[in-house]
């Protein structure tokens, strides 16, 4: 395969696999699964459970996953700055690692875009110099 | 989102790479020296060869020297990582702890496969060969 055509494969894994995990966290906010805590009942998580379900799945499946992705950026800049920020200056110290790398991936996602189709153009590098 | 934000996608992508980079570095630089937080250096070899791993594939990849192969090893002690210490306690990410794992994992796999991009060494290298001062 030509290296265009690994690069396209490699970021279709990395979109379906990290919206996925991101649409997780909703259910989990959303329905307690996965895993066994009670589902959420401040509004403020529950708003946080739905943004994370729909955008999640949008950028999953590549519709609207521009639009998704920039949402579900700004989400996690305002989760980071909620809770975790506080407990120090390091995201792996103060357990916002995951808010940040997700905020920052769906950021350059939102300015990349992601198709459905393995064939789509925003799929694959329109130029060797863009990402 | 795409047609407003198109332009910057090589920028986002650059910031990705180096925040990313720095804070699987981090990773790193906790089990060879305990910092940053404050659990103790690891003692185990297994850990140590990780730690190293996380540290210079980390570095490298931030300031995107050899970033390919770099975040290709990184890719693999990730993927390793999972199966060994995340996926015996369950096959969900958000439940086994391996989440960050899993990320890393693939975050790594498409800049093995795409390259650093701009504001990456490897990019002026590029550049300075094909227009030598």
Request: charged share 10%; hydrophobic share 55%.
């Amino acid at each position: 395969m030509s290296r265009d055509r690994w690069s396209s494969v490699a970021f279709i894994l990395l979109r379906v696999a990290a919206g996925v995990m991101f649409a997780m966290h909703g259910t989990q906010k959303l329905l307690g699964w996965p895993g066994t805590k009670a589902p959420a009942t401040a509004a403020l998580a529950i708003t946080a459970g739905w943004i994370e379900v729909v955008t999640g799945v949008l950028i999953a499946i590549g519709l609207f996953a521009g639009w998704a992705a920039f949402i579900a950026s700004g989400t996690m800049a305002v989760a980071y700055f909620l809770p975790h920020a506080g407990g120090g200056v390091f995201p792996i110290v103060n357990r916002g690692e995951l808010a940040v790398l997700y905020c920052f991936l769906w950021l350059w996602i939102a300015a990349r875009g992601a198709r459905w189709n393995l064939s789509g153009d925003s799929n694959r590098s329109s130029s060797s110099s863009s990402a | 989102m795409e047609r407003y934000l198109g332009h910057l996608a090589p920028r986002f992508y650059a910031l990705l790479r180096i925040v990313a980079g720095i804070l699987f570095a981090m990773h790193g630089t906790q089990k060879l020296f305990g910092f940053p937080g404050d659990q103790p250096a690891a003692g185990e070899t297994l850990m140590v060869l990780a730690g190293v791993i996380e540290t210079f594939g980390g570095i490298l990849i931030a300031v995107g020297y050899m970033a390919s192969p770099a975040a290709f090893v990184c890719s693999g002690e990730m993927a390793v990582a999972f199966f060994m210490a995340h996926a015996p306690k369950g096959p969900i990410p958000l439940l086994n702890g391996g989440e960050v794992a899993v990320l890393y994992c693939f975050l790594w796999l498409f800049v093995a496969a795409h390259g650093a991009g701009i504001w990456s060494i490897d990019q002026s290298q590029k550049n300075a060969a094909e227009a030598p001062l």
